[in-house]
């Protein structure tokens, strides 16, 4: 199988996990960054969101000999679920597991990179990419399937700001209001 590589801009935040690419047009994903034990992964059901009556699927993820819950579902089916919110989270499983839940909800099997760190936290850029990057081999919703990380290029998190304040979207400088 020859697939493609797809560019991804990908922000495992404390909040919610929000991804970003482009496939034959521009597409967002976000959920709420939170991981949960599985204890019966297969008994995934629906999930009513109360979004006009559409339905998802409650995702599940095996990872290194666990299964989790990711986002809603870790809400509403785990008894144990949660998140590090510190600096020890930066190239952490839990941190991948977000990472690769956004990349397989997407459908993406092989991603170029790019995440925000804050500039506090600028040290553990090295610790996010060896966690990051790479071949992964996860079930996810009783599939098996291997997502390739090609490369991660971590930015500072305040660029992602000054780009979208000072750059128009081919990527120029645009002029500034008087």
Not at 4 to 19: A, E, I, N, P
Not at 71 to 94: F, K, Y
Not at 97 to 116: D, E, K, N, S, W
Not at 151 to 158: M, N, T
Request: aromatic residues 8%; neutral net charge; proline residues 3%.
């Amino acid at each position: 199988m020859n697939e493609q590589t797809t560019r991804v801009g990908l922000d495992v935040g404390f909040g919610d996990v929000k991804l970003v690419y482009l496939a034959e047009g521009l597409h967002t994903l976000t959920f709420p960054a939170i991981l949960g034990r599985a204890e019966d992964p297969a008994r995934g059901r629906q999930l009513d969101l109360g979004l006009g009556g559409r339905r998802r699927r409650i995702q599940t993820l095996e990872y290194g000999g666990n299964a989790y819950f990711v986002g809603e579902g870790a809400l509403t089916e785990s008894r144990l679920a949660g998140s590090q919110q510190n600096a020890g989270r930066i190239g952490s499983e839990e941190e991948r597991l977000l990472m690769l839940a956004a990349l397989a909800r997407a459908g993406i099997g092989q991603a170029l990179v790019v995440t925000g760190l804050p500039v506090l936290w600028w040290e553990r850029r090295r610790d996010l990419v060896r966690s990051w990057q790479g071949e992964h081999r996860l079930v996810v919703d009783g599939t098996p399937r291997t997502i390739v990380v090609r490369e991660v290029r971590p930015v500072w998190q305040p660029l992602g700001s000054f780009y979208a304040r000072f750059l128009a979207g081919d990527g120029l400088a645009q002029a500034g209001e008087e």
